[in-house]
């Protein structure tokens, strides 16, 4: 009776165990060689097999344990008292058999599975034949009731980055790389506000400029495109291709070269930027807010970095690292505010969390919700952030150490 108790535990056990199991798990200890791991996956991608090999092993279990008790409480006490079978053998085996086993096969799932595995895939291949009833007939109720057998071939989202994170943990994935991955990841959700160049960032010129004031103004910055406003440096009208100028008197206006440019608001996201760039050769839009006011510049190569990583233009910070962060010690540096995350990540070998800013400011500003100001102190992760300079609304330098 012992043993046919501990069978039900198992089986009963194995059914809340192995389904608790994590997936992402499992897959990382197959891929390091565990042939357990490997067997529980594959179980798991034919769940009605998987459950009728727990239920069948479970009754079998239980109708054993139930005749034996019975023949035994006939045997001590008579015919007459076979019910006591019943009134012992109940409470054992939903306390034991089930409630317990359980619970204690659910918190240690993932231990577990690999090893029990085994044992689920002898006892497959022995019920085979009621197994394969039973499979028919699931099949069959399925169609009858006009339903589709589950099928889901694609890893979840959580698994993924899961996955990612445990790489990253492992050193698989250097910090640059997966700040990319995650930006790729997240693409559907990334927005015109995200990848745009901050107005603050942006040189523009006047309306009333002359061709000459254009081309010594995207002489002295390196830019070839110049977004013309009005009035207002937030009120960007049009953009200025400066080669359309070499030839033109200086004293001449720039009014009649300004190209139209479309206004996207902060909000569009990066699959609709990329549907229209589709439909023209090139693209330039003005990102504005909800009264108008412009914000940012988007331009082609904004939204392709999206997709495939950095590329240049005008507009981008250097890529140097040296341009950026200067060390003061050891794990001791002043870095520039408008750093990139993953460039700062792979020099300094630590870690951010995601979320979604670009810059070092941006995470100082998510993590306390506010502009922090100068001499503020703020830790994370045993690394603390000294806000070194500031002109307001604008944090310049960080002092970064742990």
């Not at 930006?183 to 040189?203: H, K, Q, S, W, Y």
């Not at 300004?258 to 699959?271: G, K, L, Q, W």
């Not at 408008?338 to 951010?352: A, D």
């Amino acid at each position: 009776m012992a043993l046919c108790l501990a069978v039900e535990a198992f089986f009963s056990g194995s059914e809340i165990g192995v389904v608790s199991a994590d997936r992402m798990k499992l897959r990382h200890e197959a891929a390091q060689g565990s042939r357990g791991a490997a067997l529980a996956l594959e179980m798991l991608n034919k769940p009605e097999w998987l459950l009728s090999t727990t239920l069948v092993g479970t009754n079998i279990a239980v109708v054993a344990n139930t005749t034996l008790a019975t023949a035994l409480m006939i045997d001590l006490f008579g015919e007459r008292y076979s019910w006591l079978a019943i009134v012992i053998v109940a409470p054992l085996i939903w306390i034991f058999g089930e409630i317990v086993a359980k619970s204690v096969f659910q918190q240690r799932a993932d231990a577990i599975t690999p090893k029990a595995i085994y044992v689920l895939r002898a006892a497959s291949f022995l019920f085979s034949p009621i197994l394969a009833v039973f499979s028919f007939l699931t099949r069959l109720l399925t169609k009858l009731f006009g339903g589709e057998a589950a099928s889901n071939p694609f890893t979840l989202r959580e698994e993924i980055a899961a996955m990612m994170e445990m790489s990253a943990v492992e050193g698989d994935i250097p910090p640059m790389e997966r700040h990319m991955i995650r930006r790729v990841f997240n693409f559907g959700e990334t927005t015109a506000g995200d990848i745009m160049v901050p107005l603050i960032d942006v040189i523009g010129i006047a309306r009333e400029a002359t061709c000459g004031e254009a081309r010594r103004l995207a002489v002295e910055h390196a830019h070839k495109r110049l977004p013309v406003y009005e009035e207002r440096v937030d009120r960007v009208v049009g953009t200025l291709n400066v080669l359309d100028l070499l030839r033109e008197d200086p004293e001449r206006p720039i009014a009649p070269y300004i190209r139209e440019t479309r206004y996207v608001p902060d909000s569009t996201s990066v699959e609709k930027l990329l549907s229209d760039v589709r439909k023209g050769s090139g693209f330039t839009a003005v990102v504005v807010d909800e009264h108008g006011g412009a914000e940012g510049i988007v331009m082609l190569e904004d939204i392709l970095e999206v997709i495939v990583g950095e590329l240049e233009d005008e507009f981008d910070q250097p890529k140097s690292a040296s341009a950026w962060i200067r060390e003061l010690g050891e794990r001791d540096y002043l870095v520039e505010a408008r750093v990139k995350i993953g460039l700062l990540e792979e020099t300094l070998g630590i870690e951010l969390p995601a979320g979604k800013y670009d810059t070092l400011a941006g995470f100082l500003i998510e993590t306390t919700k506010a502009i922090p100001p100068a001499g503020a102190v703020i830790r994370h992760d045993g690394i603390s952030f000294t806000v070194e300079r500031v002109t307001m609304p604008t944090i310049l330098e960080v002092r970064v150490r742990w």
